[in-house]
């Protein structure tokens, strides 16, 4: 059964950096045909992708987002991980990293999230 | 690229059906026949209830189906349950090659 988790601190201050790891279970990030990604959700509101990658490295952005996103996979490890830049206030949510068939993003695995506060 | 429209809530009693809608543009939901949506009870993660608009993942009961018109997509619960109680989302692929998803429905079981 494939699972995955997330991982990262829970509180950062603003202007900083966000990482966050997503460790795959049960599964490969290398599996063909399959792309992982993440998405978020601030408290009370509704999704948002973020962005997704494949494991040859081959990446795609939220364009709301792009300038501030850096996603990485290392197979090695069965991992993949977002960066998020400068973030502020609006960034505070529950960040979960999923799976999705092709280029479709249609998520049938997700993680079971980490809330991801920012404050001083 | 907008989020997609839902209703903020609907609701039913148990054995009802009910109906919600998602409505894009044609760019999104009228152009491709990849709308998802996706059930999120309280404190848990979101999990996938149908894809490709009207297909079930193994283990989703046929209780749930999906449809869709022009720039609309719609689930349907029928038989509702009180474990049906929780929050859908719609997505669909878009233009941009990217996803996008709608604002959320709370579905309460009366």
């Known amino acids: 059964q494939l699972q995955l988790q997330e991982s990262g601190p829970g509180l950062v201050k603003p202007s900083e950096t966000l990482s966050l790891t997503c460790t795959v279970s049960?599964?490969?990030?290398?599996?063909?045909?399959?792309?992982w990604g993440w998405i978020r959700q601030p408290p009370g509101k509704g999704l948002e992708w973020i962005a997704s990658?494949?494991?040859?490295?081959?990446?795609s952005y939220n364009p709301s987002l792009k300038s501030r996103v850096t996603l990485s996979a290392d197979t090695s490890k069965n991992q993949f991980s977002v960066k998020l830049t400068s973030v502020t206030a609006a960034d505070t949510a529950v960040y979960y990293c999923?799976?999705?068939?092709?280029?479709?993003?249609?998520?049938?695995?997700w993680g079971q999230g980490t809330l991801v506060t920012v404050s001083s | 690229q907008s989020a997609l429209t839902q209703p903020p809530s609907v609701s039913g009693s148990p054995g009802q059906s009910v109906t919600i809608s998602c409505t894009g543009t044609?760019?999104?939901?009228?152009?491709?026949?990849?709308v998802s949506w996706y059930q999120q009870p309280p404190g848990t993660a979101p999990k996938l209830m149908i894809y490709?608009?009207?297909n079930r993942p193994s283990g989703v009961p046929d209780r749930f189906s999906g449809s869709k018109s022009g720039n609309t997509a719609s689930l349907t619960i029928s038989g509702l349950q009180a474990e049906d109680e929780a929050d859908y989302y719609c997505?669909?692929?878009?233009?941009?090659?990217?996803?996008?998803f709608g604002g959320g429905t709370k579905l309460t079981v009366l």
């Open positions: 997505s669909s692929y878009t233009s941009s090659n990217t996803p996008v």
């Open positions: 999923a799976r999705h068939a092709s280029g479709w993003y249609e998520f049938d695995y």
């Open positions: 990658i494949y494991y040859s490295g081959s990446t």
């Open positions: 044609s760019s999104d939901i009228g152009r491709y026949n990849r």
């Open positions: 049960g599964g490969s990030v290398s599996s063909r045909g399959y792309f």
């Open positions: 490709e608009v009207s």
